[in-house]
């Protein structure tokens, strides 16, 4: 039967090449534009990347003179080598000049041309003729408008407005179309639709987020039912589109939450996505099914192969995620082949509309549905506008219903669209390029893709997983939860509820292992909920720091003396015990310091991260090096720990940053005093009880909380303490290295100091910068975590040409954000950790409106906690107070720079170097910024928060901060200090030759 099967499909797969014979798509054509660049692409992978990012940042460019300096930045380098060819003259000409004009309008009218091969219009009523002109050809269309990147409530509401205008176009010529194929009813093929449109849910509501999976759906569906309703009234189908992983299952649950309302159960014309790539599709596909048939509902599913693999894949790799779509095309195309067939089999409650350019997945289609006898209303075949011209006249020659996913919308709208076509069409494992570019053999195109996985079988991916304790693999970043599965959010939600019920919670001193209650205590409170005690804990004085200091010093010796593999297996243990308590952790967060879910997630990884980092540095570090070469001597130079580590830890990372001082501390042979910060000592007691279940020996690490005025001065100015790892303030960093450099009477050593102390981080939006990006990252590196991060977003200095369209834009999307208490997940900012900085933040924007133009001040809902209002200013110079000062909260000073010099002279005009980014897709102004923006840690294209252990060292100069970079190579040996040993070897003229090379 099988084998009847597959030589029924080679035939019709041969059947319909004949019927394109000698045809060959127009993006291959050798005499167009389009034709000789996707050639150049698929031979030479340099010029594609330089290729699709100059066609990314082409509509973004106002100017003949930029366009013509981005063709000479992306196509001239000296390091890329191109041929002069592909150098279209540009190189040694001046981008004003008037050649470079002249190449730089035939360049835009290409690339334009190009989209346009893509884009059925700019609008619907552009877009009109093109679509009726697919009818005339007997074929139907579902119409995409493109711009679905909304990053405001106002975007939002405009690009549903966009579609109340698209239903009125296509309804009111609708009238005027000869229903497509040979049926006398009104409905195209007698039984769909003439209107047919597709809606990307994600541009529904510009707040869509998984991690808050209910009120997404809710908010997307207040937009979404008005469109179903103009649908309904102009009698047109409405797919919602699939988009990538992170949204897959909230945009599954919509569509059923959707259908099951009454309004919509008995409307026939809808459907949805499901995206063969994925692993998780077969699953997807048998929900679906089994609710369809549950509720008595149909629905169509247009079966893709997917379009985000290159984004899906290389997000799952930074994430450090399973990998979520198969890594083989033939892994796909076999599992294409198995859904269809499912969704045939169950043609009763679903139809399938068949979205492929495989004649190979075309031609099972067609056999399986005659197996199936599956009506002919319940199978169409689907193809893009633009690609694979002749797969769609073979399939409308052949007599099959045919419809064009048609995007429409104008260039700055379909960029994205249009790259990850570009992408399809030149991957090397394109069916379009193999059989119209390469001329594989058809018979070998239309090969069975299971024949090819029995050939090259591959095992399903799982998570990379960082290897347990005492396995000593390569270090990989602690996986942050991904919120789109529901058993993250439900054990979330669950662990804040259990957290809650043990408050307030009791948490004593821990001195050489053992706890000692007294009578002062710390009580700490939720900043979202002051009346809430988080905890009660006992608050060290002089006494207890002597006795704290006393039992590190009397359990140095022994420390110092075990062997750095068995300290790093403490590292791994403890890492492994804090695994085990994630979800503790990350919701004690919540509460005690006002963290939103994501943010106290990606705390508690990199808490993680420091102890697998450090454990595998120590060992690294731990071989003594050969020094020099000569006979007759070994010299060797290796590291002992520094003594006594005191500990000062913020309340901004709480676990993160303690947990990493205090590792690094401990895994290079050094005894601790932990000293937390007041405001979170429930948190820092987490850091002693996961080394506690990790059995590290008593007296290693001692847990001092206590107020900074009693016990801070005293700790660090004790004789007995060899080194001080402080993050917090300026001021309390400059105070601590000026105590510490008078080295006290009966000191053993001089003191070293590790000290951040934060930032005044500027972000520059160069003009070709992408905004749909740049807003969202200024957002969150601005106003996450309510600006309480060193790292924070506090300076914007964008450039001249695009000011006003960014600011707009900005102000638009900083409306749209939810504020509130962070134990809802919708809410991305909350309260401030205490009155006290809750008075400075409101003191600093008193300033600003005195200093400058106040663009939008928004309150945040609620009463009692310590809230302050997300802010941001405009017309701020750099030489004023909001431009110089650090403010630690969620204010954000906009400044103009007339160009790229400018911008970079304000981003260097503070007396801060830690962290800072840049937005621009001119390689000149990327390479300037790596080599003149004077900070720490720069990001490209990307916001200036969220370093990640081993992959972002970070860490600042200046009034930033003294000492190496956490999370590098080398920020362990400051914790230590160097020591050699030379042998003489050579004993009356002889020496042991064997070993002196060693």
């Not at 193809?383 to 020659?397: S, Y």
């Amino acid at each position: 039967m099988a084998s009847d099967l597959e030589s029924r499909i080679l035939e019709t797969g041969l059947r319909l090449y004949g019927l394109i014979e000698g045809e060959s798509p127009s993006v291959f054509k050798k005499e167009y534009w389009m034709g000789k660049m996707l050639g150049w692409c698929m031979q030479d992978e340099a010029f594609k990347v330089e290729m699709f990012r100059f066609v990314d940042v082409f509509p973004y460019l106002t100017r003949s003179e930029s366009i013509a300096k981005h063709l000479r930045e992306y196509f001239s380098r000296p390091e890329l080598n191109f041929p002069s060819t592909l150098q279209w003259g540009i190189k040694f000409v001046s981008p004003t000049s008037i050649t470079a004009k002249v190449i730089s309008k035939s360049i835009a009218n290409n690339i334009s041309s190009m989209a346009k091969q893509f884009i059925v219009g700019s609008s619907p009523e552009d877009a009109l003729a093109g679509l009726e002109k697919l009818r005339s050809q007997g074929m139907g269309f579902t119409v995409d408008l493109l711009g679905e990147t909304v990053i405001s409530e106002k975007e939002a509401e405009e690009y549903q407005q966009r579609y109340f205008h698209l239903l009125d176009i296509l309804d009111a010529a609708q009238h005027r179309w000869t229903a497509l194929g040979q049926d006398v009813s009104n409905m195209d093929w007698g039984h769909t639709p003439k209107i047919n449109i597709s809606i990307k849910p994600s541009a529904m509501y510009s707040q869509m987020n998984p991690i808050a999976f209910e009120h997404s759906i809710s908010m997307a569906k207040e937009r979404l039912r008005p469109i179903l309703r103009r649908a309904m009234k102009a009698n047109s189908f409405v797919y919602l589109d699939m988009e990538h992983w992170g949204l897959k299952n909230l945009i599954l649950e919509l569509y059923r939450s959707l259908m099951e309302e009454a309004e919509f159960h008995d409307y026939p014309h809808t459907g949805l996505v499901i995206q063969a790539y994925l692993r998780e599709s077969e699953t997807d596909l048998t929900d679906l099914i089994q609710w369809a048939r549950k509720r008595r509902i149909h629905c169509t599913i247009r079966l893709v192969k997917g379009a985000y693999w290159d984004s899906e894949y290389i997000t799952a790799l930074q994430k450090n995620w399973p990998i979520h779509v198969f890594t083989n095309k033939y892994e796909t195309d076999a599992n294409f082949e198995k859904l269809a067939r499912m969704i045939l089999q169950n043609h009763e409650w679903v139809s399938l509309a068949c979205a492929s350019h495989n004649m190979r997945s075309i031609a099972y289609v067609m056999e399986v549905a005659r197996d199936f006898s599956v009506p002919a209303e319940r199978l169409e075949y689907q193809v893009l506008f633009g690609m694979g011209e002749p797969v769609r006249n073979a399939l409308t020659k052949a007599g099959l219903p045919v419809r064009l996913y048609a995007p429409v919308g104008d260039m700055i709208q379909g960029m994205s669209y249009l790259v990850r076509r570009l992408l399809e069409n030149t991957a090397n494992e394109s069916f379009l390029r193999q059989s119209f570019s390469q001329g594989v053999a058809r018979e070998e195109l239309l090969r069975n893709p299971r024949d090819l996985l029995a050939e090259h079988p591959s095992a399903p991916e799982g998570p990379r997983e960082t290897p347990e304790y005492g396995d000593k693999g390569p270090f990989l970043n602690e996986p942050p939860w991904d919120w789109s599965q529901a058993v993250h959010r439900k054990r979330f939600a669950a662990a804040l509820e259990d957290v809650r019920k043990k408050f307030p919670m009791k948490v004593p001193l821990v001195i050489g292992g053992k706890k000692i209650s007294v009578s002062r205590e710390i009580h700490s409170i939720n900043p979202n909920a002051p009346e809430e005690v988080v905890g009660i804990v006992s608050s060290a004085g002089r006494e207890e720091a002597e006795e704290a200091i006393l039992a590190a010093r009397t359990t140095f010796p022994l420390w110092r003396d075990t062997d750095p593999g068995v300290r790093a297996e403490y590292l791994f243990k403890a890492a492994n015990v804090a695994r085990g308590m994630r979800y503790e952790l990350a919701a004690l967060q919540v509460f005690e310091v006002g963290k939103a879910w994501s943010e106290a997630d990606g705390d508690v990884c990199e808490a993680i991260d420091f102890l697998e980092y450090y454990g595998r540095e120590m060992i690294r570090l731990s071989a003594p090096q050969r020094m020099g070469q000569v006979p007759g001597e070994i010299s060797h130079l290796f590291y002992e720990p520094r003594g006594i580590a005191v500990v000062i830890a913020p309340w901004n990372f709480p676990l993160a940053i303690s947990m990493g001082m205090t590792c690094a501390a401990i895994v290079t042979g050094n005894t601790v005093v932990y000293k937390p910060a007041s405001q979170s000592p429930v948190i820092g007691s987490m850091v002693s009880k996961i080394f506690e279940e990790a059995k590290l020996p008593p007296g290693v690490l001692n847990f001092l909380p206590g107020s900074g005025s009693e016990i801070g001065d005293y700790l660090v100015t004790h004789p007995q303490v060899s080194l001080i790892a402080f993050t917090g303030s300026k001021a309390v960093g400059l105070r601590i290295v000026e105590l510490a450099s008078k080295t006290p009477e009966g000191a053993l050593s001089v003191k070293n100091v590790i000290a951040e102390m934060g930032g005044k981080n500027a972000i520059i939006v160069d003009a070709d910068a992408d905004f749909d990006e740049a807003v969202l990252h200024i957002l969150h590196s601005a106003f996450g975590y309510q600006g309480q991060k060193c790292s924070a977003c506090s300076r914007l200095i964008v450039l001249e040409e695009n000011y006003d369209r960014l600011v707009d834009r900005l102000k638009a999307a900083a409306e749209s954000l939810h504020l509130g208490s962070p134990e809802n997940p919708q809410n991305v900012m909350g309260a401030v950790i205490d009155p006290s900085a809750r008075q400075k933040i409101m003191e600093y924007i008193e300033i600003g409106k005195k200093e400058g133009t106040l663009l939008l001040e928004r309150q945040v809902p609620g009463s009692g906690g310590h809230f302050v209002p997300l802010t941001i200013f405009t017309d701020i110079r750099p030489d004023h107070r909001l431009a110089q000062e650090e403010i630690f909260g969620p204010v954000l000073a906009v400044m103009k720079a007339q160009d790229f010099d400018e911008a970079l002279a304000i981003a260097n005009s503070t007396p801060y170097a830690l962290t800072g980014a840049v937005f621009s897709r001119s390689p000149a102004n990327i390479a300037r910024a790596a080599k003149e923006f004077r900070t720490g840690n720069l990001y490209i294209n990307r916001g200036c928060t969220g370093a990640l252990v081993g992959r972002h060292p970070f860490g600042g100069f200046n009034m930033s901060g003294i000492g190496s970079k956490t999370g590098g190579p080398d920020y362990l040996l400051q914790f230590m200090v160097p020591r050699n040993v030379a042998e003489n070897t050579m004993r009356k003229g002889f020496a042991p030759l064997k070993n002196s090379r060693k």
